[in-house]
């Protein structure tokens, strides 16, 4: 069965800094997707970034980057020019590509964002 | 467009009692997924449908769970005889297909079981 750990609880950044958010995976599929979600306080969770596994190239999305070592099982999240508005609980989720879309999600890591 | 939705947002129930959660999907989408997220906890996958099918339901935490989606759109989460354990925020997302296409969440139900 697949596992998504995130290993740090809480993390905090100043406004305009820049953090990274860790995530580990343990699978043993070939193919699959990896996603970082973000859950403000008002619980609607919302999609950051998205890599495939068989895409060697890092994801990025405007000021969100993920770091992706495939052999390593590692999919942190880098979260550059930090705002106020990034303050949320951040989940890394697994998805196989084998079988039902299911999300296998972390246990979260919330970030505050300090002016 | 509109989003999903999930009604009603908060519930609070005696145990014992029976409960109904509802989803409404964003229209045209297939697939249709409840998560169940505990306090401090990322979400944990319940139940899946494709259209009507109920492809997948190894989530569902025991025999009191029952899910449905008789026409293919509206999802109906129900917990029968309802224990103090199963007080969470049950998350419902939909998503257009399979691939790799968004799953796109409600904001959930918080159910509590007094």
């Known amino acids: 069965a697949q596992t998504v750990t995130q290993s740090q609880p809480e993390m905090s950044v100043q406004e305009a800094e820049t953090v990274t958010l860790s995530c580990t995976y343990d699978t043993s599929e070939s193919d699959y997707y990896l996603f970082w979600y973000k859950q403000p306080p008002s619980r609607q969770m919302i999609l950051v970034i998205r890599?495939?596994?068989?895409?060697?190239q890092n994801a990025t999305e405007n000021r969100f980057s993920v770091n992706f070592q495939k052999a390593a099982k590692s999919f942190s999240l880098k979260i550059s020019d930090s705002q106020l508005g990034d303050a949320a609980m951040y989940f890394c989720?697994?998805?196989?590509?084998?079988?039902?879309?299911?999300?296998?999600f972390g246990t979260g890591t919330r970030l505050q964002v300090f002016p | 467009g509109a989003g999903v939705s999930q009604s009603p947002r908060y519930k609070v129930a005696k145990r014992g009692q029976d409960v109904a959660l509802r989803c409404d999907p964003i229209s045209g989408h297939v697939s249709l997924f409840w998560y169940q997220q505990a306090l401090g906890q990322g979400p944990e996958f319940l139940t899946y449908?494709?259209?009507?099918?109920?492809?997948?339901k190894s989530g569902l935490p025991s025999d009191r769970f029952f899910a449905e989606r008789p026409e293919g759109s509206v999802s109906t989460l129900k917990i029968q005889r309802t224990q103090q354990e199963d007080s969470a925020v049950y998350l419902c997302?939909?998503?257009?297909?399979?691939?790799?296409?968004?799953?796109?969440f409600g904001p959930g139900t918080r159910l509590t079981v007094l």
């Open positions: 449908f494709q259209n009507e099918a109920q492809l997948d």
């Open positions: 890599q495939e596994a068989y895409k060697q």
């Open positions: 997302a939909s998503s257009s297909s399979g691939g790799d296409n968004e799953q796109f």
């Open positions: 989720a697994y998805r196989s590509s084998y079988n039902t879309d299911k999300l296998i």
